[in-house]
């Protein structure tokens, strides 16, 4: 899969180019002859998906920020600017604003996807790590972004969460204040949001470049989790199948898109942050953007400051560990019949603790909240390591040709019948 | 890899069709979807709105002065002429004119004293001096754009000098003797 | 395969749930305030649009009531003609325009000086500022009303905030505004309310700085053919014509957004659907669908 291609240019300019800077050979070995398993699902999809909705955001933005002020009396208002006097002023910052919940509905598809086969495993451990990474570049971006129109919920949302360093002893203050640029939320803080919001989109995209050079080297994972051994059976190439394939679940995905841009823009938002920003009042519930709810949960799980927000980082962090606590061999959840039912437990408990970060932190919320936390923690910390251990996974079939093409034939010619016992894994 | 490639004799019709439908359609969605971005990059609503027609009172304007005032973002140059510039303006061989035009082109009938044009050079886009009282007006007493040396005489006509064409006049009329409407 | 069966399973027996359970159980009070009855709007929906004499007439009711205390500063003259709201004529907009000194200049003495207001113009303001605007009311702020419609909104409950996505369910400010306005009431007893202060079934926590404004018969709404109003003079009326008004300044390109949706909605599917068969198409060349093929 890696290696110095033997591909040559057919036309005389690409040649050309080819030996001066091998541009067209990369494109070629790394979007039409780039080998894929055949077995993929749909879900193998989103990562282009994904790689669309980056492009989208970027350009949306680019757009936005030619008409928006990043001033604290201003910003409402050059907001509102573009959602009345731009044309097509409204469809930017709506394709902007819901093309982030789309980002992350796909990023937390394309994560659980991950789980749930074994992508993060060895050899893709690298991979996977880059993929954190990403992740915690899109929540840093998505949160700068949404405090940009000032209104309530951006400037509240703004204090609460830069007000989580300051439960670091010593130096917290002093980065509080630092990221404030003052002594609170106020116009040297947008102002700077508004720099690095702007920013890491294209530090995404270098990660992004990374993560599929990272996964351009292993190849890819499949449903089944058994590695490609024969390239000409268990593959096929990336164009036309792989291409056509992600292109159909693309228009699908931007159907779903569409239908909430046009027709619900504001369903994922917030009414609040329609009120310009009053550092005077506070909304009665402060709540994030719900692609942070679970964080959110587990911030407010603990009593304490300091250890809520630790916890609430180390529930980032157990995802650059992940490769090391599940200790079992098999990568696809579908040969592993308890740690399937661990995964579902733990996409219910992902869910739960959504829905506690929208409560008010009162009452039974808390104590649920601690709950799920501790649930949500223990799928990697217990049962991953210790079901490694235990657990009698299913028999793997021989190769991924095998999975498809089953018993009649043998595609590969190999064990007969062992795909009997496993999952029906056709491709989606 | 599998090379993988049905006969090609197959119903090539029926199949060229489709992938032509489907190409066309995705094509067909990337310039529909471009026409939006592209548009946002027009005046907007505000802009528009602000550039409506403007009315400017001429009374405070003394006989050989001028004033200065902007619409749409431009510069205009509103100057009451002198009877010896009019005159002067109005006797000039077209002929000999880098950009022929007749003084009675550029103003209104029967308020020839009136001169309202856009204060741009035409050459770069430098600001020409002479409305003002004390400003050199260059060698044909009209304005002298001091950065590449155009003059412009007191029909704001090009007279020598790198600028090409004469500084337009903006679209206005006179809504009394003392007031134009500009746009 | 199991993941997508698991999948659609766990996302049928949350729909069926939800509608279910949204059949059955009545709405029910949350936090202080009542939940606000759905109001049917001309605008909800995919296929919504506003009713231009609606607009005109809730124009007309914030002029006449509620502009005395609350401004609304992101909307200008001009929009009052532009396509997708109430669609004033020019020329009508120009007469509501000058119908208003507007505060302009320096001049060249340097002095402010007013003249009548023009298409460009914004609303004018009835306080200069926030202190002024509280002096004026008892401490009590009237709020900016150019996007209130949607800066308010109110807590739809489990099934139902499901369920919102498929009936596209976005009216939560205007129902909410609409029966706060009629939701005027006396105290129940032993509450004392204190002077400025009123007693509103639909604010969350009851107690609101802004009195009982619409009156049946206070605005007098356009003669039809037979001399009288089309719509009643009442309260009820001016409150839904006034909440529609608000709704569009709010989001004055709804019309747009709705149409144009409706067009890239139907594009993608089709699109989608092709998009199918080249897929099916293509796949169909692997060698378990054509045996015999070249490996």
């Not at chain 1, 928006?68 to 469809?91: C, K, N, Q």
């Not at chain 1, 080297?217 to 990336?238: C, L, M, R, S, Y």
């Not at chain 1, 408990?349 to 008010?360: I, Y």
Request: contains cysteine.
């Amino acid at each position: 899969m890696s290696g110095p291609s033997s591909y040559v240019p057919k036309l005389g300019i690409a040649k050309w180019l080819d030996a001066r800077l091998p541009l067209p050979r990369l494109m070629y070995d790394s979007f039409i002859a780039y080998p894929v398993p055949r077995n993929l699902n749909y879900f193998w999809t989103f990562g282009g998906i994904l790689m669309l909705m980056l492009v989208s955001q970027i350009l949306t933005g680019v757009i936005l920020a030619m008409h928006y002020t990043p001033h604290a009396t201003l910003a409402f208002t050059s907001v509102e600017g573009i959602m009345r006097d731009v044309e097509y002023g409204w469809l930017m910052r709506y394709m902007h604003a819901n093309g982030a919940s789309m980002f992350f509905i796909a990023v937390y598809i394309h994560i659980f996807r991950g789980l749930y086969y074994g992508s993060y495993k060895a050899p893709r451990e690298v991979l996977w790590i880059l993929g954190v990474i990403i992740f915690l570049l899109m929540m840093a971006t998505a949160f700068m972004g949404y405090v940009l129109p000032w209104g309530q919920m951006s400037f509240w949302g703004a204090t609460v969460i830069t007000n989580l360093f300051s439960a670091f002893p010593i130096v917290g203050e002093t980065i509080v204040t630092f990221l404030w640029g003052g002594y609170s939320v106020d116009n040297p803080t947008l102002t700077r949001f508004f720099s690095l919001h702007f920013l890491l989109p294209f530090m995404i995209f270098g990660v992004v470049i990374l993560h599929v050079w990272a996964l351009h080297v292993t190849g890819q994972n499949n449903p089944t989790g058994v590695e490609v051994k024969a390239v000409a059976k268990d593959t096929i190439p990336f164009t036309p199948y792989a291409t056509i394939k992600d292109a159909f679940a693309l228009v699908l995905f931007f159907a779903f898109f569409a239908y909430f841009l046009f027709f619900i823009p504001n369903y994922l938002g917030h009414a609040d942050n329609y009120i310009p920003a009053n550092p005077a009042v506070t909304p009665a519930h402060i709540v994030p953007e719900w692609y942070f709810l679970p964080f959110y949960a587990i911030l407010r799980a603990v009593p304490d400051k300091l250890g809520g927000v630790l916890l609430m980082f180390a529930a980032i962090a157990v995802l650059v560990v992940l490769p090391w606590l599940d200790t079992s061999k098999v990568k696809s959840m579908s040969y592993r019949p308890l740690a399937r039912q661990c995964f579902w437990a733990f996409a219910v408990t992902c869910v739960m603790l959504g829905w506690l970060g929208s409560r008010p932190a009162e009452g039974i919320y808390v104590t649920l909240s601690q709950l799920f936390t501790a649930l949500y923690f223990a799928y990697f910390l217990i049962a991953l390591p210790l079901l490694g251990l235990f657990e009698t996974p299913k028999k793997l079939p021989g190769s991924i040709a095998e999975s498809v093409l089953g018993k009649m034939k043998g595609g590969s010619g190999a064990v007969v019948g062992a795909a009997a016992s496993a999952e029906p894994n056709t491709k989606g | 890899m599998a090379e993988a490639k049905s006969s090609p004799a197959s119903e090539p019709t029926r199949r060229d069709m489709l992938f032509l439908a489907t190409g066309a359609m995705g094509a067909a969605g990337v310039v529909a979807l471009a026409v939006p971005f592209v548009r946002t990059l027009a005046p907007n609503a505000q802009t528009i709105a602000a550039g409506a027609p403007i009315e400017v009172d001429l009374t405070p304007i003394p006989e050989g002065q001028g004033i200065k005032l902007f619409w749409r973002g431009k510069l205009i140059f509103v100057r009451s002429r002198t009877k010896a510039e009019i005159e002067e303006a109005q006797k000039v061989n077209l002929a000999s004119l880098p950009d022929p035009q007749a003084d009675s082109a550029r103003v209104k009938p029967g308020k020839e004293n009136w001169l309202v044009i856009y204060g741009s050079c035409t050459h770069l886009g430098c600001i020409p001096g002479g409305s003002a009282a004390g400003e050199v007006r260059g060698d044909y007493n009209g304005w002298f754009c001091p950065c590449h040396g155009s003059h412009y005489d007191t029909s704001g006509r090009i007279r020598k000098g790198p600028a090409p064409t004469n500084l337009p006049v903006p679209p206005y009329a006179f809504l009394s003797d003392t007031k134009i409407r500009i746009g | 395969m199991t993941l997508f069966r698991t999948s659609l399973a766990a996302f049928a027996a949350i729909m069926i749930g939800a509608f279910s359970a949204a059949s059955l159980s009545p709405a029910h009070a949350a936090g202080g305030g009542t939940k606000p009855p759905a109001h049917d709007w001309s605008f909800d929906g995919p296929f919504g649009t506003f009713d231009r004499a609606q607009l005109q007439r809730g124009y007309k009711v914030y002029r006449e009531v509620c502009s005395a205390c609350h401004a609304m500063s992101l909307m200008r003259f001009r929009n009052l003609s532009q396509k997708g709201g109430p669609e004033f004529t020019e020329a009508q907009i120009r007469a509501l325009a000058a119908d208003f000194k507007i505060s302009d200049g320096p001049n060249e003495q340097g002095e402010m000086f007013e003249r009548p207001g023009r298409p460009s113009d914004a609303f004018p303001k009835p306080f200069p500022n926030e202190q002024a605007a509280r002096a004026a009311n008892g401490g009590a702020y009237p709020l900016d009303l150019s996007v209130i419609a949607k800066a308010r909104n109110y807590e739809r409950g489990f099934p139902l905030f499901l369920l919102d996505i498929i009936t596209q369910y976005q009216e939560g400010g205007p129902d909410y505004l609409k029966a706060l306005l009629t939701g005027y009431e006396d105290p129940p007893k032993g509450v004392e309310l204190l002077p400025g202060q009123n007693w509103n079934k639909y604010m969350a926590g009851n107690i609101i700085g802004m009195p009982n404004m619409l009156n049946d018969g206070q605005v007098e709404y356009p003669k039809g053919a037979d001399g009288k109003s089309p719509v009643p003079e009442t309260a009820k009326q001016y409150a839904a014509d006034v909440v529609a008004f608000l709704m569009w300044s709010a989001e004055p390109h709804m019309e747009q957004r709705k149409s144009i949706g409706r067009q890239v909605f139907i594009f993608l599917l089709l699109f989608a659907g092709l998009l199918y068969f080249t897929k099916k198409r293509i796949w169909s060349r692997l060698p378990e669908h054509a045996p015999g093929a070249a490996h």
